[in-house]
């Protein structure tokens, strides 16, 4: 028989039972201890951690049943256990705040990882994404049903003790979750600290320094205690998705995607692999197979793209875009098991889409859009509201800027005003009276003079046929070369496909300043994986967003411009896969304003992107849930960040 609950009362608070006071009290105790919780002496008897003489210990003691902001006292505090350290980096405000941060650390010489772990930089990241991973498995199993996190209970009820990990998704990033060095082993954590209201529960906080993580240090932090096998096994596969992202241009190849690769996800909103009997693993065409020798893996066998323009037709739903989406995905490494470890992509190819309503400013989009009407410029264009076609004329210029060598298009969310104009609408409006020069008529000069190469889901634009180097063509999920039957058909059927009037020009060298009034109140702070909040000053908010320059109406140009931006949006940046890379692009920005001093494009995307994750702003104490973007992902949302002030 369950024990007997403890009277609630009425909603008023004046039932029999004493009302909210005497609820709280007979559950959590007169100093708010929790009810199932152990005592203080039988915690002390119970845990080898946890003595009577140890001082976090006592410190927990003194503080239970007193105000939240005690807590403070344990701020950047170390405190030494038998063969580890806990540090507390910062301490949340109250029980509602943000998490507090706090570090595991245990030297190497009681950890014993053996430097396979950690003697490359790319088996460190390996390792540190097994640990946290497996400390986030940890945790979930020691603290099953003994957090409270608040919610129904009100004020009073019991909040907080949670310990927590910033736990990787299936792509491999350097993270700072972790880390693991020939000196120690650090797991650097988020704990809620336990309360009622405003009330510490010091046995909670107690149960969860000094038993729940010292279990964490044993079971996560010891090598004898991991599967060693599974985590070398990781390091491995990581080592050889490098190695072969290394070799794609020697072997003239942008992407590689491996014999018996699972490339559909479960679903749009997940990126677990598809695990059914019917799921159908990618065979290569014979045409197309490359064989690639791996320094773990050896031999394996699976369907170059070639450098220049392949085009991915088919069909409706027969996995044209699933393909891409696997092939822009492999820009990152992929743990055992995912499905795409042998999918490997070039890693600056960048997707491009249309974009209506963004930022683009002082950027040159001649390239594509010219001649416009009443002799309005393009070679600084800038817009607070881009249309479609604008839009991925900036993306692809922005791209190049910062050297990506392979774009990614797919017809579904492209502009059809940019990609082609057919030979009747040629007929119709003249070259000289259409701004728009369509992709069609720019994709090869891109390749052959910029070295840039395309890969395009194409399902209704024929006229691509014309200047693809390959053509892919996806059957019932099954790839075939049609490359000869598609040069057949464009000899059969000739599209006239306009010459450009003007030639591509040279690649942007913009010039940038991140004003430091971007941070004046509180730094950026990513809000979800798209969106990071911008805390901007009196003095940057009061200013006009930039002019728009060129297109006009006519070319869909919106005008109902905001006056004031309060989040940078990162919507369209499909290649960003963690909200900890998002909290990285924050800090980053951060860091910009605090060197504000006007440089290029590249050169603010070169020093952000070679600082160390752990040196970014991080507040107080050591961030452990950044992490790496891309550089192209960094330039991007710089791109797209209103007031920045950038000159061409």
Known sequence: MS????????????????GRGAYYKARYGSRGAHQDAPSGRALAESSKWASRQHELFSLLASMDGKQYGHYKQLSGRCFGFDG?????????????????????????????????????????????????????????????????????????????????????????LERTSAVISDRMVEARLTAGLPAAGRTILASAAQRMFLETL????????????????????????????????????????VAFIGNGAVLPRVSGVSNMPLATNTVVRFQAPPELQVMVELPNQGAVVGMGIRQGVTLICGGG????????????????????????????????????KAEEGRFVCSTDIRPFINNLPLSKTTDAFSTANASGSTSMAASIQEAV??????????????ATNFLVRDGRMQQLVSQDCEPITPLVSRVRELWEAKGVSSIM????????????????????????????????????????????????????????????????????????????????????????????????????ERTDEPEVFPELDLTALDQLVSVSQTRAIASMLQLAT????????????????????????????VAGNLARPRGIEVALAINRLRYAQIQP
């Not at 998705?241 to 190849?253: I, K």
């Open 3 to 18: 024990p007997e609950r403890p009277n609630r009362g009425s909603r008023g608070g004046h039932s029999r039972g004493g």
């Open 84 to 172: 580890f350290s806990l540090t507390f980096d910062s301490i949340q405000t109250d029980a509602y705040a943000p998490p507090s941060r706090i570090r595991l650390r245990v030297d190497q010489k009681a950890a014993k990882f053996p430097a396979t772990c950690y003697s490359t930089k790319t088996r460190a990241i390996a390792c540190v994404h097994y640990l946290s991973q497996h400390i986030h498995k940890i945790l979930a199993e020691l603290q099953n049903g003994q957090t409270s996190r608040g919610g129904s209970g009100g004020w009073h009820s019991a909040k907080g003790g949670e310990v927590a990990i910033d736990c990787p998704g299936q792509e491999i």
């Open 214 to 253: 010292p279990q964490v240090v044993e079971r996560a932090l010891m090598y004898r205690s991991v599967d060693s096998q599974a985590m070398h096994a990781l390091a491995a596969s990581v080592e050889d998705q490098e190695y072969l992202r290394s070799q794609l241009e020697s072997l003239g190849l």
């Open 317 to 352: 739903f027969n996995g044209k875009s699933t393909l891409l989406q696997a092939i822009e995905r492999g820009v990152y490494n992929h743990a055992p098991g995912d499905g795409r470890e042998l999918v490997v992509t070039d890693a600056t190819a960048t997707k491009i």
């Open 401 to 414: 800027e910062v050297e990506a060598s392979t774009l990614l298009f797919d017809e579904d969310t492209c």
């Open 457 to 556: 889901v194409i399902g209704g634009c024929g006229d691509y046929l014309d200047v693809a180097d390959t053509v892919v063509s996806m059957h019932g999920y099954v790839p075939s070369d049609a490359t000869k039957k598609a040069k057949d058909i464009a000899r059969r059927m000739p599209v006239v496909i306009e010459i450009p009037q003007i030639k591509y020009g040279p690649a942007l060298n913009r010039t940038i300043i991140v004003p430091k009034e971007l941070a004046a109140h509180k730094p950026p702070k990513a809000k979800t994986r798209w969106s990071i909040a911008l805390f901007l000053s009196d003095k940057l908010s009061s200013l006009e967003p930039p002019a728009t320059s060129g297109v006009g109406a006519d070319a869909h």
């Open 594 to 621: 605090q060197n504000a001093r006007r440089r290029t494009m590249r050169s603010l995307v070169s020093d952000m992107c070679t600082t160390a994750l752990g040196d970014l702003p991080a507040g107080h104490g």
